[in-house]
Every structure is written in C-alpha cells, then in structure tokens.
C-alpha cells in the first residue's frame, strides 16, 4: 500500500511537471501556422472536396475506354416449351442464355473530351479553393501571433514603469521617515503606484486572453498555452519600398489562388459552352457481343440431354454493329443548354474581372499602408526618442521636489505611449510586409526591392 501510494504520488508530480513544461513551452510562428494546417477542420474539409473532385476527374479519363459487360438470363417453363426442331414439348422446362456485350463511342461531337477537360478545370479551381483557404488561415494565426507579440511587450513597458514607481515609493518613504517630506508625499506617490499596478493588470490579462485566442485558433488542446519568441528582428525593421502596384499585380495574377480560381472556373464553364453544343451533333456508337445459350429442351436423338459444350457452340452468335443517333427534336433542351451555358461564361469572366479589380485595390492599400506604417515608424521613433529625454528630466525634476506627482505621473504616461505607438508602428509594417509576400508568393520580396541607403 505504501509503495502505490508512492508511486501514485510520483505519478502526480510527474503529470504536474509535465503540464508546466506545455503551457511555458515557446512556439514560433512557423510552429503556429503548421499546427493549424495539419488541425484547422475548414482547410480539411477543403481538402476532401479537392480530393473528390480529383477522383472525378480521374473517373472521367476512363469514360473515354470501351465499355464492357457481361450478362445472363434464365427462364423455367412448367407446362409447355419449344425444342430445337421447334416441336412443343410439355412438362417443367429451364434455359439460360449469357453473354459479353460491348460498345465504344466512335464521335459523340466532342462531348467526352470536353467533359473531361471541365473537370480538370474545376479540379484546379478547387485546389486554388484549398490553398487560398490555407493562405487565410496564415494569415490570421499571423495577425493573431504578431498581437500577442505586441501584447507581450506592452506588458514588459508596463512592468518596466513599475519598477520605476517601485523605487520611487521606496524614496519617498525614505524622504518621510527622515522628515524630509511631509506625510500627503506618501498617498500621492501611493496613487501613482494603483495606476501603474492597473495598467500592468490590464496588459496581462489582455496578454492571457490573446493566448487563448492563438491557442484556440490553431487547435490547441484546452489549458495549453503559448508563449510566442519574440522573432520580430529576424523578420527585419521597418523600411521604405519601391515595389510598384504594378510589379505587384504582375506577379500575384500568377500566384494568388482566388485570381487562379476565377480563371479555372472561366475554362470549366467555356468547356461547359463546348459539350452543350456538342451534343447537338450526331453520334457514332460501335457495338459488339458474344452470346451463347443452354436449352434444357435440347436433346441428343437418343433423347439424352445435349451438352454444354455442344449447345455452346450451337447457339454462340458474335456480332458487331454500328449505330449513329441523329439529333432531330427534343424539346430544345439543347438550345436553352446552350444558352445558359453562354450565361454562365459571361457571368465567369465578370467575375475575373471583379476579383482583379478587388485584388488590385487591395494591392494598393496595402502598398499605402506599408509605407504609412514606415513613416509612423519613424515618427513614433523620434517621439520616443524626446519622450525618453522629457522623462528622465522630469523624473529627475520630480526627486529634487520641483514638480509633483501629477506631472511626473503625465511624463510617465507620455513615454509608455510613446513605447506603445513605437511597437505598434512596428508590428503594424511587419504585419503589412506579410500580407504582400503573401499576395505576391515572394516571402523575399519586400527586401529584394528594397533601395540601397
């Protein structure tokens, strides 16, 4: 007994140590986005739709091979059949005939090939379907991730300015202890330090609710969390660009999926146009079968039963035939086929040339934005820069009593906002330079267009 209760308390330790480990275990954004596309159950449901429509197009390859079938049909009489020598014979009578038939489309106006084709090109509009599902899904663990970053460091600002309240409530202690301050000193610098605890507060539980939405949002198992590694220098800093829209457009019209999409279901519906009108035309079909049959009223003149083999060769009948099908009147169902499929291909090149136009725009704006964040950047690091400088007079102002504590309390919340819209700045050109490389399919090509300085 003792010895389990031991081992079940290792157990429990074990188990302890182990969940620690998960939850302060550091995740890179690459770990990020690979989990989710191996667990994000939209991308796999895109997945099995792009999986049927491969099998489809498979399946229709082999409409073009011949079709082969084997058949049989028995029949049993119980009062009267005919022999061989066409003679009635009463009584309980059986025969079986059985055979191979088979037939191969000569010409059927095209129909087959087009089909075929059509279901190529909605196979590649499906898989343009799965990787732009994909790319969303990039996109907004990265989104998501650069957050948490930023969040991350607001929380370092914030603990940061604590520390300097921290010592600031020690001085002033110290100053009312030795008499050298009056007593209200203690409840101004005591309110400094509530606001500078709430803020801290509010930085961390913002922190902990982005890490449950990241953990949430790449299928991670409950009550694990992630602690990003803070990667931010690796993806390079904030910098002007001379990619054009242009350039830009140029190389997204050969790689974004939701433009590839429209270009493949354009096809799908222009190879649609083509069987509608095919099946206007006549058909040529090639026949063939071998038959055979077994009669129980076929006898030998001993009157014993003819055997198989025999009736086998009796009774075979190859044969082959030719049958063309003249389409003459059918309602016109295949002149109103005809004319929605023209619809349908007009509606398909609208809308290429909407989602050109939507992602054209989209190029633009994000183009504007990464240089708008660029100079924000700069700004945002000017301000910090004087921000720095007015703090460190004012804290300095502050300890020779020169100012009080809701001036020292304004320069401090100057420079945690100048830090803030520094970083904010920053992940927001990061996040921008992203969203381009992955319009554009170039992880590199923000910096490869980037002037020398």
Same mark, same amino acid.
């Given at each position: 007994?003792?010895?389990?209760?031991?081992?079940?308390?290792?157990?429990?330790?074990?188990?302890?140590?182990?969940?620690?480990a998960?939850?302060n275990?550091?995740?890179?954004?690459?770990?990020?986005?690979?989990?989710?596309?191996?667990h994000?159950?939209?991308?796999?449901?895109?997945?099995?739709?792009?999986?049927?429509?491969?099998?489809?197009?498979?399946?229709?390859?082999?409409?073009?091979?011949?079709?082969? %079938?084997?058949?049989? &049909? *028995?029949?049993?009489?119980? $009062?009267?059949?005919?022999? /061989?020598?066409?003679?009635?014979? +009463? #009584? =309980?009578?059986?025969?079986?005939?059985?055979?191979?038939?088979?037939?191969l489309?000569?010409?059927?106006?095209?129909t087959?090939?087009?089909?075929?084709?059509?279901?190529?090109?909605?196979?590649?509009a499906?898989?343009?379907?799965?990787?732009?599902?994909a790319?969303?899904?990039?996109?907004?663990?990265?989104?998501t991730?650069?957050?948490?970053?930023?969040?991350?460091?607001?929380?370092?600002?914030?603990?940061?300015?604590?520390?300097?309240?921290?010592?600031?409530?020690?001085?002033?202690?110290?100053?009312?202890?030795?008499?050298?301050?009056?007593?209200?000193?203690?409840?101004?610098?005591?309110?400094?330090?509530?606001s500078?605890?709430?803020e801290? %507060?509010?930085?961390? &539980? *913002?922190?902990?609710?982005? $890490?449950?939405?990241?953990? /949430?949002?790449?299928?991670?198992? +409950? #009550? =694990?969390?992630?602690?990003?590694v803070?990667?931010?220098?690796?993806?390079?800093?904030?910098?002007?660009?001379?990619?054009?829209?242009?350039?830009?457009?140029?190389?997204?019209?050969?790689?974004?999926?939701?433009?590839?999409?429209?270009?493949?279901?354009l096809?799908?519906?222009?190879?649609?146009?083509?069987?509608?009108?095919?099946?206007?035309?006549?058909?040529?079909?090639?026949?063939?079968?071998?038959t055979?049959?077994?009669?129980?009223?076929?006898?030998?003149?001993?009157?014993?039963?003819?055997?198989?083999?025999?009736q086998?060769?009796?009774y075979?009948?190859p044969?082959?035939?030719?049958?063309?099908?003249?389409?003459?009147?059918?309602?016109?169902?295949?002149?109103?086929?005809?004319?929605?499929?023209?619809?349908?291909?007009?509606?398909?090149?609208?809308?290429?040339? +909407?989602?050109?136009?939507?992602?054209?725009?989209?190029l633009?704006e994000s183009?504007?934005?990464?240089?708008?964040?660029?100079?924000?950047?700069?700004?945002?690091?000017?301000?910090?820069?004087?921000?720095?400088?007015?703090?460190?007079?004012?804290?300095?102002?502050?300890?020779?009593?020169?100012?009080?504590?809701?001036?020292?309390?304004?320069?401090?919340?100057?420079?945690?906002q100048?830090?803030?819209?520094?970083?904010?700045?920053?992940?927001?050109?990061?996040?921008?330079?992203?969203?381009?490389?992955?319009?554009?399919?170039?992880?590199?090509?923000?910096?490869?267009?980037?002037?020398?300085?």
């Amino acid at each position: 007994m003792i010895r389990l209760k031991h081992t079940v308390w290792l157990m429990m330790v074990f188990s302890i140590i182990t969940s620690t480990a998960q939850e302060n275990e550091a995740w890179t954004l690459e770990r990020c986005v690979e989990h989710a596309m191996t667990h994000n159950l939209d991308l796999k449901i895109r997945q099995n739709v792009e999986q049927k429509a491969v099998l489809d197009h498979r399946q229709s390859r082999w409409s073009m091979a011949p079709s082969v %079938n084997g058949w049989s &049909n *028995s029949n049993m009489n119980f $009062q009267r059949a005919t022999n /061989q020598y066409n003679q009635i014979e +009463s #009584g =309980t009578t059986h025969s079986t005939t059985y055979g191979i038939s088979s037939s191969l489309d000569l010409f059927a106006g095209f129909t087959k090939q087009n089909t075929m084709a059509a279901k190529r090109f909605y196979r590649l509009a499906t898989h343009e379907s799965t990787r732009l599902e994909a790319i969303n899904l990039e996109l907004e663990v990265t989104e998501t991730y650069i957050q948490l970053l930023y969040q991350k460091d607001l929380v370092t600002i914030a603990e940061e300015q604590m520390q300097i309240i921290d010592l600031e409530v020690q001085r002033i202690e110290a100053l009312i202890a030795s008499g050298r301050l009056e007593a209200v000193a203690q409840a101004e610098i005591n309110a400094l330090h509530s606001s500078a605890k709430l803020e801290l %507060n509010r930085a961390q &539980n *913002s922190y902990r609710l982005l $890490q449950l939405k990241l953990s /949430q949002l790449i299928e991670l198992p +409950s #009550g =694990t969390r992630i602690e990003p590694v803070d990667a931010i220098l690796q993806w390079g800093e904030p910098h002007l660009s001379n990619l054009t829209v242009d350039k830009a457009f140029s190389l997204t019209t050969n790689y974004y999926p939701s433009l590839l999409q429209k270009e493949h279901e354009l096809e799908f519906y222009r190879r649609q146009l083509m069987v509608a009108r095919g099946q206007m035309s006549p058909s040529l079909t090639l026949n063939g079968s071998y038959t055979s049959g077994f009669f129980s009223t076929d006898t030998l003149p001993d009157g014993k039963q003819t055997p198989f083999k025999t009736q086998f060769d009796n009774y075979r009948n190859p044969a082959v035939g030719l049958t063309i099908n003249i389409p003459i009147f059918n309602g016109k169902r295949n002149n109103y086929q005809i004319k929605m499929s023209h619809i349908d291909v007009k509606t398909a090149v609208y809308s290429l040339e +909407s989602m050109q136009k939507m992602v054209r725009r989209e190029l633009e704006e994000s183009l504007l934005m990464l240089e708008s964040r660029y100079l924000e950047f700069e700004n945002a690091s000017n301000n910090l820069k004087f921000a720095t400088q007015s703090f460190n007079s004012y804290q300095e102002r502050f300890r020779l009593g020169m100012i009080n504590t809701t001036e020292f309390m304004n320069a401090q919340n100057l420079l945690m906002q100048a830090k803030a819209s520094q970083l904010m700045a920053k992940y927001s050109w990061t996040l921008q330079k992203r969203i381009v490389q992955l319009y554009t399919g170039n992880p590199k090509m923000i910096e490869e267009v980037t002037p020398d300085v």
